[in-house]
């Protein structure tokens, strides 16, 4: 079974996250306040944009929140001390630091990794199939339970899973473990010498 994100910050509380202070690399890629910092900027740019489903500015919102979230979910890796995966899907990211997420949250980070890996990025995905499934995932209605007048708006303002609404609860969602993270472990700036390689 799985260990849940509770369980992973449970292991690391309370731990020392060292920190190479003096090798730029290092201190950037291992630091938790460059990954918060990070994904901060990012999320502010996204919802500058504005999110509308129907502006001309849509996809770039979708690459910049996408990549906020990516971002806060690799950090919150690192400060659990866990192996980040060398890969954008923002699903399987979320399970490796055990977050447990709804169906509707799933449909989102799917759509949001169709936008970081190809979508907003390119003209088309690496293959026809890749960019078949793609079109797929974004085209699909958005299952949401709840208030029936609250899921007509959500439907009327945009079709797709993905806008500002399901991006700023997934942000609060993902900032939330990650500041978890990041107060539960005490960061230690060292020098790089004194730190194993790695």
Not at 63 to 86: D, N
Not at 135 to 156: C, D, Q, S, T
Not at 159 to 181: G, I, K, M, S, W
């Amino acid at each position: 079974m799985k260990e849940t994100f509770e369980e992973k910050l449970a292991r690391v509380a309370g731990t020392i996250h060292r920190v190479a202070i003096d090798d730029p690399h290092r201190r950037y890629r291992d630091g938790l306040l460059y990954y918060s910092n990070k994904a901060e900027r990012l999320h502010d740019a996204a919802m500058v944009l504005g999110g509308d489903p129907f502006g001309h500015h849509f996809e770039a919102f979708a690459l910049l929140a996408g990549f906020s979230l990516e971002v806060l979910i690799k950090g919150t890796l690192i400060g659990l001390r866990e192996k980040i995966p060398f890969k954008h899907n923002l699903i399987s990211l979320s399970e490796a630091a055990g977050f447990t997420i709804s169906d509707d949250d799933r449909a989102v980070l799917k759509a949001f990794t169709v936008y970081t890996t190809w979508y907003s990025r390119y003209p088309a995905a690496k293959g026809a199939r890749e960019m078949i499934e793609g079109m797929e995932v974004l085209n699909a209605p958005y299952r949401r339970g709840g208030n029936l007048a609250k899921i007509a708006e959500a439907i009327r303002t945009s079709p797709a899973t993905v806008n500002p609404a399901t991006y700023e609860r997934l942000y609060r969602f993902c900032h939330q473990r990650f500041f978890d993270v990041q107060s539960s472990v005490y960061e230690s700036a060292e020098w790089s010498w004194d730190l194993p390689e790695g």
